[in-house]
């Protein structure tokens, strides 16, 4: 059984352009949660969805920063503009409903923002 | 904001010796969850602690679950290579926020053979 996919693995791009990381939760999960991790700040929640809906998405840092789950089976997170601090590994993880805390997490995607 | 503060945040120990990593708030939690995270790779839940007071292993990891619900312990039993890692811990708030995890700042393991 296919686990939670998430591309691209590494993202390397300059400053102000546009990144967009992409995840395909485990099928038949209903709730998926964008984190970002750094030395400085650990592992932060972003913004997580239920049933495709966002529910909170106090995480995000800022305007710049967009997440869509446009079905059960997609989920982007958009950066526009980039900046060096939003260099991290960011991290997707899906778990079968809300109440089921079990969160299982994709292979993360290493961004670079030079 | 609920807070959860790992210690120690590094630990570099030989193979065969034990080892204790704590988890604490102030905040009262519905469960607690250990996480294990290699390098290249997202976090893989080891266990998840629900009741005040609970103990479980996993071969020779045990997990405690403090009384109040605050605090949680996972202890290691004569480590080794293999053990090395990121071990995060992770708290639900429960009620509105269920599935809303805060995590610790992580414990970075290192077993020397």
């Known amino acids: 059984d296919a686990g939670v996919i998430q591309s691209p693995r590494h993202e390397v791009t300059e400053m102000g352009q546009e990144v967009t990381l992409r995840c395909k939760p485990i099928?038949?999960?209903?709730?998926l949660f964008w984190y970002r991790q750094t030395m400085m700040r650990g592992l932060e929640l972003l913004i997580y969805f239920n049933n495709n809906v966002p529910i909170d998405d106090s995480g995000m840092p800022e305007d710049r920063f967009s997440a869509k789950m446009p079905n059960a089976s997609f989920s982007t997170l958009k950066i526009q503009p980039s900046e060096p601090r939003d260099s991290a590994v960011y991290f997707c993880?899906?778990?079968?409903?809300?109440?089921?805390?079990?969160?299982?997490f994709g292979p993360g995607t290493r961004l670079l923002v030079l | 904001t609920q807070l959860l503060e790992q210690s120690p945040q590094f630990l570099s120990i030989q193979e065969g010796e034990n080892l204790t990593v704590y988890c604490n708030s102030s905040?009262?939690?519905?469960?607690l969850q250990w996480y294990r995270q290699e390098p290249g790779e997202g976090p893989v839940l080891l266990v998840t602690?629900?009741?005040?007071?609970e103990v479980k292993k996993l071969k020779r990891l045990t997990f405690q679950f403090g009384d109040a619900r605050k605090d949680s312990s996972l202890h290691i039993t004569a480590a080794q290579p293999g053990d090395t890692g990121l071990y995060l811990c992770a708290g639900a708030p429960g009620g509105t926020s269920y599935g809303k995890l805060t995590f610790g700042q992580g414990t970075i393991l290192t077993v020397h053979p």
């Open positions: 993880a899906s778990s079968l409903s809300r109440v089921q805390e079990t969160q299982y």
């Open positions: 099928s038949g999960h209903n709730s």
């Open positions: 602690v629900v009741t005040g007071g």
């Open positions: 905040s009262v939690f519905s469960s």
